[in-house]
């Protein structure tokens, strides 16, 4: 089963020529320790459904199947991958963690192994093991990987997609900015401009899983908000949170109409088609343009930047980790956990890196030495997206509790509301209070 979604249609093609250029590839000299791998005696008859997230550039899918046939040769074990579309993958997961039965391994979004832990297996083994061959685990996948407060890894980090600014260069100087700034006021002033000069900015602030989560949180935690303490105690309504949603609404208005219900691919569609000239987006919008002779000419005029600082001294970004979970019940657990290892090695993990052109980027540090990252510096403001020091749930700890408060777009939603003039600041803020409570229970 390969389901196809709306967002299929923003990477074929190009993509595939971009795919099919792989054939020669050369390996990097990257820092390799000498490391046994953990002895995981694949069982007798083993066969492995997978399930994961649809691709956003081509190559994602085609050469993360060739590295799935390249399993079933090295093993003999028949393995089944299904792709599903993004919004679909949580719900999907949750099914097969509450039933006990379906995929064996689950490649889902950074909070979900938090959301089930005692329905998955500890890959202890394994993520120890490739962290010391391939130079340690950048912050996030150590966060999203081991349950929070111990050391036992629940989830095989396998990558995270950042979501820095992507802007036309010229229209960003046309607007009287030489670089994208760092301050929010003039950051501000930047989206003004573009909407005056009829290339408006453009974030989503509908349900979707990588933008708007990334979005709003941006806008929190630029001002100094969080959602819970370091201890997670509900922190939410506090002046910072109010401050954030009154700028976000003054950055609303500078925003192309529609984007309370965009989701994850609207943002691609209206850069590409030269209908907003900023967003924050993950490296596809770039390597759709940069893969097709006829968008070549705004792939030249297209950049990325870190989202600006705001109060916090350092640009409070994270990252949508790929996170991969062996449920418990599998009956295969070696191979599921062999599978896990194998994806990861860098006669795998490289090729598809380098083929999404770091789309996901690498949760091993051994990786930001890869040739992808010198190749083209462009897409330089991806290469360490894994080591991004907020997560969901910033300041507090990962838990079932953070993971639903995300799941249920608790943030997103606040934002909107008041972007849209639905709810004030005030109301808003003790809203989103109220619904974080039912999860915290505090």
Not at 172 to 196: M, S
Request: hydrophobic share 40%.
């Amino acid at each position: 089963m390969n389901i196809i979604t709306r967002r299929t249609a923003l990477t074929a093609g190009a993509g595939a020529l971009a795919a099919a250029a792989l054939p020669g590839f050369q390996a990097s000299a990257i820092p390799i320790a000498n490391v046994e791998p953990p002895k995981l005696p694949i069982e007798k008859g083993a066969t492995l459904r997978v399930l994961r997230p649809t691709k956003f550039v081509e190559p994602d899918e085609v050469i993360f199947r060739e590295n799935v046939k390249k399993f079933v040769d090295a093993t003999g074990v028949q393995t089944r991958v299904d792709f599903v579309g993004w919004e679909d993958l949580r719900p999907q997961t949750a099914v097969a963690a509450n039933t006990g039965a379906g995929p064996d391994v689950v490649i889902g979004w950074p909070d979900d192994p938090h959301l089930y832990a005692d329905k998955l297996l500890e890959v202890s083994d394994v993520t120890e093991y490739l962290g010391k061959k391939y130079g340690g685990w950048y912050f996030l996948a150590e966060k999203y990987g081991k349950k929070w407060g111990t050391n036992n890894w629940i989830a095989v980090p396998m990558g995270g997609s950042g979501g820095p600014i992507v802007y036309r260069k010229s229209w960003v100087k046309e607007a009287g900015f030489d670089q994208i700034p760092n301050d929010l006021g003039q950051f501000l002033k930047l989206c003004e401009n573009l909407k005056k000069n009829n290339h408006p900015s453009g974030f989503a602030l509908g349900n979707a899983v990588g933008d708007a989560n990334a979005y709003c949180n941006w806008l929190l935690w630029a001002h100094g908000g969080y959602i819970v303490d370091e201890a997670g105690k509900i922190a939410i309504n506090r002046k910072e949170t109010v401050e954030a949603l009154k700028y976000g609404k003054d950055l609303y208005k500078t925003f192309i109409s529609g984007v309370l219900s965009w989701q994850d691919p609207s943002n691609n569609k209206a850069f590409i088609a030269e209908d907003i000239g900023l967003t924050a987006n993950g490296v596809s919008i770039y390597f759709v343009l940069k893969n097709d002779p006829k968008t070549a000419r705004i792939a030249e005029d297209t950049d990325h930047a870190p989202m600006p600082s705001g109060l916090v001294g350092k640009s409070p970004q994270s990252a949508l980790v790929l996170n991969g979970m062996v449920f418990k019940h599998t009956k295969y657990p070696n191979a599921s956990k062999e599978f896990l290892r194998f994806m990861m090695e860098q006669e795998q993990y490289e090729k598809w890196l380098t083929g999404c052109i770091g789309y996901w980027a690498q949760p091993l540090k051994a990786y930001a030495e890869a040739d992808v990252w010198k190749n083209d510096p462009k897409i330089a403001t991806f290469r360490d997206t894994c080591g991004n020091e907020f997560w969901n749930g910033y300041k507090g700890p990962i838990t079932a509790a953070s993971g639903a408060v995300t799941a249920d777009y608790v943030n997103v939603q606040m934002f909107a509301a008041v972007s849209s003039g639905q709810a004030t600041p005030e109301e808003a803020v003790k809203e989103a209070e109220r619904r974080a409570r039912r999860y915290y229970k505090s």
